[in-house]
Structure formats: C-alpha cells, structure tokens
C-alpha cells in the first residue's frame, strides 16, 4: 500500500472516495506541522498571559465564565472526552471511521485548533495501522460540533473506550498499542479540538454520497435496458430538446441515455412503429436524472468544501495571538446536503419502482405478464415489484428533511441545532432500499430484453446482461427469488458494471 501525501485543506473528492472504500496509509507534509507548532505555542502564551479564554482555562457551555485552575488544565480536557462520550447505537462502520479520522486530521492540520502535533500523529497512526476507534452512531445534534461521536474518537487517544481492528473489538489500550502509541496527557484546548466539529456528520454524509453516487449509475443503465426492453423511443434524448431547456445535468443525462441505447437491434426493429409517447418513468429520465445529477454535483462541491475545514473552536490566531470564538462547529450545510441528497436519492426509487411497473403490466410493455411465461401458473416478478414498491414506500417518510428541526440544548446555550448527523445517518437506509429497487429492475429489465431474442439490445447493455447471467440465470419458471436480488444488489454494490458510467458523471472530479 503506498502512502499519500494528505495536504490540509486540499482534499479533494477523488481522494476522499478512495479512503472511504479501502485502506490507505497517508503522511502529511512539513508546512502543515510547521502551522500546528505555532498554533499550540500561541496555546501556551495564552495560558501563560493567565488571561480568561474559552475552552482553554474556562469551563464549556454554559459555564464558560467559570475560571479553570493552570493545575487542572489537562484534567479539564480529559473530563471533558469522558463525559461527552455520551454516544449510543451501532458502531459507525469502518469506512465511515476511516473517513472520519481523516478529515479530523485534515481540519486539525489548518493550524488554527492550537493541538500539538502528537495529536495529529496519534491520530494518522491509528489511520495508518487500520485500528479504528468504535464510535456509536447516535448521539450528536451536529451542533456545537458533532460532540459525542467525536469525544468517543478523542477518548480513544487516552486509552478509554474500545476499537476495531480486523474485525475484532479490543480495548483502547490495546489498539494504542498496536500502533505503537501511548496514551496521550492532553494539554490546553485539545480535548475541545477534538470534540468539536462537524467531521462525524461530514463522514457519514460522504460515504453515504459515494454509495448514492454508484447507485444513480447503476439506475441509469437500468432506466436505459427498460427503455429497450419496453420498446421505447429514443427521441426523448434528442439533444436539441435538453438543450433548449438549458439544465446541465438534464443535458448531459441525456448525452449518455442515447450512448447506452446506440446500436440496439431492438431499437431498429420497431423504428417506424406508431407509438407516439411513452410513459414518463422512460422518457422523462433526463429530465429526472438530470435534477438528481445537479443535486449530486452540488453536494459534491459543498461536502469536498467541509471536508477540508476548519470546524472547531475557538479558532487560534496565531499571527494575532488571538482566540476567536465563533460557530464553524453548526454542520447546517451539512444537514442541508444531506437532506437534498436524501430527496435526491428517494427520487431515483421512486422513477425506478415505476419502471419496473410497467415492464410486469402486459398491458404497458406489451410484454408476457409478469415477465414469466405459463403466467397463472407461476407469479414471476409480480412480488418483486411489490418489494420495490414497499421500499420506494418507505423512501418517503426517510427523505423527509432532518435540518427542519431543532431541538435547544446545553441549558439554552446551544438554543439552535442543525441534526446533521441524523440527516447524513439516515441515508444509509435510503441506500440499502434503493440499491434493492435497482436491483429488482436489473433483473425485470434482463428478462425483458431475452423476450426480444433473437434481437439484441445494444452492445453496452447486452455486456451488462451477460455480467449478470453469470450470476443468475432466465426467470423460466418459479423459484425462490430472494437470492436473485441480492446478487443483483451485490453487483450493482461492487460497482461490477457502473463504473464506466460513475467515470464520465462530473460529480466524479
């Protein structure tokens, strides 16, 4: 595995997929420890000034104007990781960890949180030896800061708490160990350094956005087979029409619907039938898809932007000897993000599930009902569309906005919270239930197409309906269907046959 170079505040989302799906081994570079070293020897003269700065000799909160002792100044920030590690729920899963740990190095790293640089070293060393602090999943309101997942990271450097390492639970201690760390004695401001910030949120989001991204893919591919396998026009993705509306997204969906369908002998057999329209599901899907990709590509930009900033506080000055409190820690933007990104992901369900409609109603695709001969006598897809239709269902009530509500915390202090960390977590959900609905118009869509035979679709489509005959074969009668979906999900999860697509989407830079 080589090491990268991690360059604070220059991150940018190719490298962040990557860290979110394997293992990586990063160093940072000289400038950046040469920041963190005048911002903890700005800490220190502030100390020693003896003058009331928060988070530094002061309680937090509501007790801010409570004066800390120069003697109790380490014990206050341990104190502090111990009892915000208030974290409950499944552990965040090892990608999302992985994640984390990096954009806290990365926000860290700006030299503006006043940590000394064994912090940053401890924490690329847990990165670097795969030993991944457990962090519960709920708990934060992601605000002031994503405090009690990132208290449960922070204790972890003091030898509290457990972690994962190859997929055993071992204590701190141990996974210290392992990377050849000792508990860290935390000095002024660190513990707040590393409870503050929207990096759990942030991390949650982006994994989640990679996934959603893979997933839009597969969906296009999948839009595209039904297109074909309906018989369906491919005047629609005429460029003169998405271009008289302008949307780039629009645009560019289009460009690669008409890619995928190029060359299909099933297109060509039905050329100058009298079928005027077809249904919204197949012909609106640059228009929807379109949208979608806008949405992504907004995101993109604005999680790549968290991801390398500065998000605690107070904020240390050092050409002013200054700390600043201010509110970078309020994940708002986040929460924002990750809600449209929920709407935007319920949204490929929803035209999806309709799709996969149409292909099991004769009546529509013209097609045997169900997509299985001997109709009657075996069922074929017709509860394969009522699972999608049960997880398109359940879409709805997920993509409902989190950052809408806020709930006052910490005695009134923290009176306006943004609930980023919910409105990222939950999407994990609205992944799973669209990858099965994608799923289940993979497998409708292969079996339409076969109907066609001995016409072909075109060449990229036939490629992914062969991939998946490696797996699982012709529906020809009943059988036991729930292990063709997951193999198809598994597929579409492993990016067996979207990545072509993934690579020419912009909101892949």
Known sequence: MNKSKLEAGEAPLSLLRKIAFEPVKVELRQSDYEAVKRSSETVAKLCAADKATYGINTGFGKMARTRIAGDKLAELQHNLLLSHSCGIGPGLNNNIVRLLLVLKILGLARGYSGVRPEVIDALLALLNHEVYPCIPAKGSVGASG????????????????????????????EGLGLAGLSPLTLGPKEGLALVNGTQASTAIALYHFFEIENIFASATITGALTVDAMKGSDAPFDPRIHQLRGHQGQIDMANIYRMLLSGSEIRASHINCEKVQDPYSLRCQPQVMGAILDTLRFVANLLTIEANAVTDNPLIFDDANEAVSGGNFHAE??????????????????????????????????????????????????IAHVTAAALASENKTLAHPASVDSLPTSANQEDHVSMATFAARKLGDIVDNIAGIVAIE????????????????????????????????????????????????????????SENIIEVLPSHA
């Open 333 to 382: 933007p986040v929460a924002i993000a990750a809600d449209l990104l929920a709407i935007a992901a319920a949204e490929i369900g929803a035209i999806t599930e309709r799709r996969i409609a149409n292909l099991v109603d004769p009546a529509v695709s013209l097609l045997p009902a169900f997509l299985v001969e001997d109709a009657g006598l075996n069922s074929g897809f017709m």
């Open 146 to 173: 994503d405090l009690a997942p990132l208290a449960h990271l922070g204790a972890t450097l003091t030898g509290v708490g457990e972690m994962q390492y190859k997929d055993m639970t071992i204590s701190a201690t």
């Open 442 to 497: 993979f497998l409708a869509g292969a079996q339409a197409i076969e109907f066609h035979k001995p016409a072909k679709t075109s060449k990229a489509l036939q490629l992914v309906v062969e991939k998946l005959r490696q797996s699982v074969p012709n529906y020809a009668k009943d059988r036991y269907f729930s292990p063709d979906i997951e193999a198809a999900k598994k597929m579409i999860s492993a990016r067996d046959f």
